[in-house]
């Protein structure tokens, strides 16, 4: 018996058909040939199955996939990037391999803290160079949402002013509250930004129209609630303080 093994390396790594002639010779320089062929198959991208992303949170998310190749498996890498502000702030992660599994982790804080759109691609290369690209998408959600500001309202409306509270909450840390206040009599020319004052989740100012030109009719109150990222809600209030000084009739 007669063997030998051809590797295609020898043969410029070609795909496609072989042909192996078998020449038999004897002492008398008498020979037979056989003529043989076979196809190589061409080498085929790696496979990507399974990917998906998991454990989503505003610090970041998991990403997974399964590869497997016809040959040998290069390496899997995972460009990725939030939406904000396009690629400013793109890296290209290289998976870990666990079996036929690879893995990244994406953190928040190596991607400015982005919330919102994330972009990772998953590219698996051979050997020879050949890859395939798998695309993912999540959403991170916001980690700092801006105070809710609930139960405004205006009470004991005199002709010597008001008061005005709400409830105010947020997920972080709350920084202040402020009521900018003017009255319509002349716009904006007694303009004053209260602080309003704290107990529990109310906030409280109370509005003296001697501080405001002693006006009558309409004033407008709109309340500022900022967080320490300085993010805030506004809701405006208005009111009628009545005339206190009626003709004599
Ligand atoms: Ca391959
Ligand atoms: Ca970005
Ligand atoms: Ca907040
Ligand atoms: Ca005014």
Redesign the pocket.
């Known amino acids: 018996t007669y063997t030998i093994n051809v590797k295609t390396s020898n043969h410029k790594n070609d795909s496609g058909k072989y042909n192996t002639h078998i020449y038999a010779y004897d002492s008398e320089g008498k020979y037979s040939i056989v003529e043989l062929g076979t196809e190589i198959p061409e080498n085929q991208a790696p496979k990507i199955t399974d990917a998906k992303i998991t454990n989503v949170s505003k610090n970041g998310y998991t990403v997974t996939c399964k590869v497997t190749d016809d040959g040998s498996l290069d390496r899997v890498q995972m460009p990725t990037w939030s939406e904000n502000g396009d690629q400013d702030d793109l890296i290209w992660y290289t998976a870990t391999k666990s079996g036929d599994t690879y893995t990244i982790n994406v953190k928040t804080s190596n991607h400015k803290n982005d919330s919102g759109k994330y972009n990772t691609h998953i590219y698996a290369y051979d050997s020879e160079g050949k890859y395939s690209k798998v695309e993912l998408q999540t959403e991170i959600p916001d980690g700092n949402q801006a105070p809710e500001i609930t139960n405004a309202k205006i009470t004991n409306i005199s002709k010597s002013g008001y008061t005005v509270t709400c409830k105010v909450t947020d997920d972080g840390s709350l920084d202040r509250v402020q009521m900018p206040t003017?009255?319509?009599?002349?716009?904006?020319?007694?303009?004053i930004w209260y602080t309003a004052t704290k107990s529990g989740d109310t906030y409280t100012i109370n509005v003296k129209t001697s501080n405001?030109?002693n006006?009558t009719g309409k004033y407008n109150t709109h309340i500022y609630a900022y967080d320490s990222e300085g993010k805030y809600s506004v809701v405006e209030l208005q009111t009628e303080i009545p005339d206190g000084n009626q003709a004599p009739e």
């Open positions: 003017w009255s319509e009599n002349g716009d904006q020319d007694d303009l405001h030109n006006d």
